[in-house]
């Protein structure tokens, strides 16, 4: 009978011994494009860096002078506070706006949607003017029953100044979209958490502060702290309140003697060192919160720098890695023919 050719069962492959493996050549995969988009970059990099160096126009004396100037330093604590400031209000009242949009009363949502859809519609500028003329509309501010007797009054321009009003608007303005960022994060949650909670009793705000926030935050961190370096070069809109911050400061040292590029590279310099601090708590802040959805933490830039040094190492001299190195970071030992290894009997 003749048989179907599908049918046909293939012979079995020959087994190959250890012998004949270790004997293999192993030919490491060919990346051009790698290669030659890395040499485009490596050129354009220098360019910049000659630019940099090369160009007396930069002035780099000058940026060194001024960069620990009294009253640089003054106006970068300006920014500071500036920043703090309207990063407790906006996330503390924008975290109230996005409970507040997620209630069961329509009321509570209603206020919250309205002013989300205000604050976010008026420019920043426009609102750091209305807050600075408030004296204008209010003279003074009663502090008593509503709609009943006043129990005290004060001028609004002792309570609202330059500084007042600044605060008023970077975080009255940052709420509004901190509630979208909060908001999100809790939608973001497992619906599964919320009703495991319910299930268990657990009264509704505390469900909210100890199950839920705590999960969201792995959503809502990396955004929020995108928003607070969005803040710390915000301030610089102040400047129209004629209030000492950063930029204002340089404006003021280069309007006197006309050294514009070098202030100016001072205050680019200063925004700098600030965005990197926010981005190395960030990654730590990313780090603790991913405890509860990850088996094993990402590693600190300290304990990578530590590993590489020690793969480093163990390549040049030849000896094997220690234990406490990852197998991601095990080099192709010089004697072992491409293999890999991490301890003396395992190669």
């Known amino acids: 009978m003749v048989q179907d050719e599908s049918r046909v069962l293939a012979p079995p492959p020959a087994q190959t011994d250890a012998a004949t493996l270790a004997g293999l050549r192993v030919v490491p995969s060919r990346h051009p494009g790698r290669w030659l988009a890395t040499a485009v970059v490596a050129v354009l990099l220098a360019m910049v860096v000659s630019s940099l160096v090369t160009n007396d126009r930069w002035q780099w004396s000058v940026v060194t002078q001024y960069l620990t100037w009294p009253s640089v330093l003054t106006g970068l604590w300006g920014t500071?506070?500036?920043?703090f400031a309207?990063?407790?209000?906006?996330?503390?009242?924008?975290?109230?706006?996005?409970?507040?949009r997620l209630s069961r009363s329509p009321l509570l949502r209603s206020v919250a949607w309205g002013y989300t859809w205000v604050f976010r519609s008026v420019p920043l500028i426009l609102q750091l003017l209305l807050w600075?003329?408030?004296a204008y509309l209010y003279p003074e501010i009663s502090f008593g029953i509503p709609f009943g007797p006043a129990?005290?009054?004060?001028?609004t321009l002792s309570i609202v100044g330059k500084f007042g009003a600044a605060v008023l608007g970077l975080g009255l303005s940052q709420a509004a979209y901190s509630a979208e960022i909060v908001r999100a994060g809790i939608l973001g949650v497992d619906q599964g958490q919320h009703e495991a909670a319910a299930a268990l009793g657990i009264p509704r705000?505390?469900?909210?502060l100890r199950i839920?926030?705590?999960q969201a935050m792995r959503t809502i961190v990396?955004?929020?702290?995108?928003?607070?370096?969005?803040?710390?070069?915000?301030?610089?809109?102040?400047?129209?309140?004629?209030?000492?911050?950063?930029f204002y400061t340089v404006g003021v040292i280069y309007g006197r003697n006309l050294k514009v590029v070098p202030l100016l590279m001072v205050a680019a310099i200063w925004y700098l060192i600030i965005t990197t601090v926010l981005?190395?708590?960030?990654?730590?802040?990313?780090?603790?919160?991913a405890k509860g959805a990850l088996r094993t933490l990402p590693p600190t830039p300290v304990q990578r720098l530590r590993w590489s040094v020690l793969a480093a190492a163990s390549k040049v001299s030849g000896r094997p890695l220690p234990a406490s190195v990852p197998p991601s970071y095990a080099v192709r030992s010089t004697l072992g023919a491409g293999h890999l290894f991490r301890t003396g009997g395992d190669r």
Not at 90 to 96: E, K, Q, S
Not at 151 to 155: M, P, Q, S
Not at 205 to 208: G, H, I, L, V
Not at 224 to 242: D, F, H, P
């Open 132 to 134: 600075y003329n408030l």
């Open 279 to 289: 981005t190395v708590g960030q990654y730590y802040l990313e780090r603790h919160y």
């Open 205 to 208: 705000s505390r469900q909210q």
């Open 212 to 214: 839920v926030l705590p």
């Open 151 to 155: 129990f005290t009054e004060v001028d």
């Open 80 to 83: 500071l506070r500036l920043t």
């Open 86 to 100: 309207a990063a407790v209000i906006g996330f503390g009242l924008g975290t109230v706006l996005a409970l507040m």
């Open 222 to 246: 990396p955004t929020s702290i995108n928003e607070i370096i969005g803040l710390v070069k915000g301030t610089s809109v102040v400047y129209v309140l004629a209030y000492g911050e950063l």
